[in-house]
């Protein structure tokens, strides 16, 4: 695993604390007396610190200063002779405190949020390792009564500017190197969409040419039914129809091919995106939002959407639900006439979490109640568009058949003076990467 990787998890680097801090402490010098010590420990200390969670900060400096004694207790009891536990314990007692301090006022001086300001983390580095310095000296000077010369807190500062410089430039080598492997990732990823859109493009040219053989065939079946109204028929007519009939059939049959062809095609490009079958649901939310978004935008329409998210870090199924929560948010907008409000909300039912609620709620004009079996029927809308011709009627009918398929189910309710709300439950077995 590459160490860029490993130093994204917090368990992984209080651990790495741990076992190498004490270890790097062992290569050291006295500057001041026989037990004030400057290593290598602090260097790496700090260097890992910078990478870990704001939250786990103390947990890491008291772990770190436990294992810190421990270490160099050990040491002891194979290096002294003989070896006497109270002596050993005193001696060693200054660096717990001394990291512990270190990482107590790295959390409250909130050194994290400077982590892209590296001459600003070098500032601070130098005041904690004075802060710690003096405690640790501190605490020695009233175990074992080790006394500071007059000039210690020039060399402590001398010490203090030399390893925390020293971190900063280890530091900034390695966001350099990380932001080498981002703008990999990145060009890796433009180049694959711009694979897709070229891609896109050509089944786009399949689409054109149906969409311009349906407009043709609607025309001509419309031809078709004037004439037979008519009634009486000639030969020549009746052949002339019979013809015009043919060519209706043969144009079908050519865009049931051109639909075929697009199905495979899109069916493929969606097939061989591995990497985003399965996403956490919260990047999944927010990529519904941002394209609603600009759905909102394009109708002239003001509107402020919200998450509330409550729902454990599992990957789920990302197409399936693309659809049915694209089409309930684009519903919610469309319902909305100038400015408002939608809301999606996910958290886990249950107990054992074994269902999933899934919500969208927005501040429309709401559903009449004589229409609420008549919206999931096949062909129902009561969308239309600036000329009065009626929407197809199949996008909640589809999201019902497909969530119905995953076991679950949806409903809806209208909040007076709030909104309409679509709640969809669905079982987690169904949607999770195992």
Known sequence: ??????LQSNTIIIILMVIMVPIAGEFKFFPLNDQF?????????????????????????????LSIVLFRLILDWFQWNPYIFTDSFYVRLPA??????????????????????VLMIGLFGICL??????AELTVQYYIVG?????????????????????V?????????????????????????????????????????????????????????????????LSDQEAKKLSYTALKIAGDIHDIKKDNQRIYAGISKLITSEKFSEYMHLKDLLHIIIK?????????????????????????????????????????????????????ISAY?????????????????????????????????????????????????SYSKEMIVGYGGKIAHAVIPNEGTKFMIELPKECLIKE
């Open 37 to 65: 010590r400057v290593s290598f420990g602090p260097t790496i200390f700090f260097f890992l610190l910078l990478f870990l969670n704001q939250n786990k900060i103390l947990i890491a400096g008291i772990m770190t200063s």
């Open 291 to 343: 394209s609603n978004d600009r759905y909102a935008e394009s109708l002239g329409k003001q509107i402020n959407f919200s998450l509330e998210l409550d729902v454990s870090d599992d990957l789920y199924e990302a197409y399936f639900l693309l659809s049915i929560l694209n089409n309930l948010v684009a519903n919610s907008i469309e319902a909305i006439e100038h400015t408002g409000e939608i809301t």
């Open 96 to 117: 717990c405190f001394y990291y512990f301090t270190y990482a107590l006022f790295f959390y409250l001086l909130k050194v994290k949020k400077f982590q892209h300001q």
């Open 168 to 232: 900063v430039s280890f530091y900034s080598m390695f966001v350099i190197y990380e932001a080498k492997i981002r703008e990999e990732e990145i060009k890796r990823k433009n180049d694959h969409l711009l694979l897709l859109l070229s891609n896109l493009y050509e089944e786009s040219i399949h689409v054109k040419k149906t969409l311009k053989n349906v407009e043709v065939i609607t025309q001509e079946s419309y031809e078709l039914y004037r004439s037979l109204k008519k009634g009486m």
């Open 348 to 396: 886990e039912k249950s107990e054992e979490k074994e269902w999933i609620r899934l919500e969208v709620m927005d501040t429309g004009m709401g559903i009449e109640d004589k229409y609420n079996e008549l919206i999931y029927k096949p062909g129902f809308s009561l969308k239309f568009n600036g000329e009065g011709i009626s929407s197809t009627g199949i996008g909640l």
């Open 1 to 6: 695993m590459k160490l860029h990787k490993l």
């Open 129 to 134: 390792e004075l802060i710690s310095q003096v």
């Open 146 to 166: 080790a006394k500071i010369e007059g000039g210690s807190i020039f060399q402590i500062s001398i010490i203090a500017v030399f390893r925390s410089f020293f």
